[in-house]
């Protein structure tokens, strides 16, 4: 039951996220857009290092002095994957008119769920990594420890879940009922990766310091190419730096308090 809750806990925070439709007017203001896609950044940069890249080396400890190698790997792999996604798959960032990956005649309103979806990948991976770890009786991952990058994922996911759900809302001319799905079904795709990856717990046990590190290159890979550049573009960049220390500082009180 534990280990149920944990894996929804992140898709809970984006449908909270996107639940702001129904008592919200507009849009997020700019400063505050700012601030949020400055927070999420630092959670999950923080994530990165302390949840996945630190337990993966670690675990690799037996391997001394080349004990970085698994976290290394992984981390470009994951770098890769998502680079390749993002050429595979037709998607359109908020804010931008023209769409990235093959050419399509997707609706808008899809292929900005999609750009959010792809992006939401590497974090329910990261989930489901963490508790297959948990599951395998591995030293280095223990409940808490697992709770705490599932509840730091969710807190960085309601903003997410709001910057998408509220434009679809104000600028697409959805319905609130319509732009709270779009939302939440940005979200769907976490818990399902992170059952997909805890399934497979048994067979990918061998090599769970490589796959820690590739949620935490692919995690990274969002948030240098597309948070932290949306974050700081135009006027008061410094709105998102702030928001980046405090999501950080964050995330790394409750990996160490709760881990």
């Known amino acids: 039951m534990e280990i149920f809750l944990g894996l929804l806990i992140p898709f809970i925070g984006t449908t909270a996220g996107a639940a702001c439709v129904f008592f919200m007017k507009n849009d997020l203001k700019p400063l505050v857009q700012k601030m949020l896609l400055g927070f999420a950044s630092g959670v999950m940069v923080a994530a990165s290092v302390w ?7 670690e675990m690799s400890s037996d391997m001394e002095k080349f004990s ?5 790997v992984g981390f470009l792999l994951g770098i890769g994957f998502l680079l390749l996604m ?9 804010g931008c008119e023209q769409s990235e990956g093959p050419k399509c005649k997707l609706k808008k309103t899809t292929m900005l769920v ?3 979806t792809l992006h939401n990948i590497p974090e329910g991976m990261a989930v489901g990594v963490v508790f297959a770890g948990m599951l395998s009786s591995n030293v280095e991952v223990t409940v808490a420890g697992a709770f705490a990058l ?7 996911n309601f903003p997410e879940g709001a910057i998408i759900s509220l434009p679809l809302k104000s600028q697409d001319g959805l319905g609130k009922g319509k732009a709270f799905l779009y939302g939440t079904l940005s979200g769907v795709v976490e818990p399902v990766a992170a059952v997909v990856t805890i ?3 048994e067979v990918l046990t061998p ?3 490589y796959l820690l590190a590739f949620a935490a290159g692919a995690m990274i890979y969002v948030v240098v190419e597309e948070l932290i550049p949306e974050a700081s573009e135009g006027e008061h ?5 702030i928001g980046f220390a405090l999501g950080f500082v964050l995330m790394m009180i409750l990996d160490v308090a709760l881990g």
């Open 51 to 57: 949840s996945l890249l630190m337990p993966a080396m």
């Open 68 to 72: 970085f190698v698994p976290a290394a």
């Open 86 to 94: 993002d050429k595979l798959i037709p998607h359109l960032h908020m």
């Open 114 to 116: 999609l750009a959010v």
């Open 150 to 156: 599932s509840i730091g994922i969710a807190i960085q």
């Open 199 to 201: 399934l497979l717990s």
């Open 207 to 209: 090599i769970l310091p």
């Open 237 to 241: 960049s410094n709105i998102g730096t």
